[in-house]
């Protein structure tokens, strides 16, 4: 075969299958602290849990963002202290200020 014509066999550096594996853990760190920032807002029941896994799933998978996926945690922790304060304060599952 002509060497023009023959299809690469790996793929290229550009593709998201090269890319290593630490920039998706990099993804997730980030994706935990945003998820538990916005969690202390609305939908803690929710976005509290996704911080705390994504956060711990980072972590394991050695991202260079360290901090960030902590960070992540801590905020999805707090995200469910809130919400069980706030819970416990009015009495019912959905809870307001006011």
Do not use: E, Q, Y
Not at 51 to 78: C, E, H, N, Q
């Amino acid at each position: 075969m002509n060497a023009a014509t023959m299809k690469p066999t790996s793929a290229s550096p550009a593709s998201p299958a090269a890319r290593p594996a630490r920039s998706h853990a990099d993804g997730m760190a980030v994706a935990s602290f945003v998820l538990g920032l916005l969690g202390t807002l609305v939908l803690n029941v929710v976005l509290g849990p996704c911080a705390l896994a994504l956060g711990t799933l980072a972590l394991t998978r050695g991202t260079t963002r360290r901090g960030r996926a902590l960070v992540g945690i801590a905020l999805g922790a707090a995200d469910l202290i809130l919400l069980a304060a706030l819970t416990a304060a009015d009495g019912t599952l959905s809870w307001h200020i006011g």
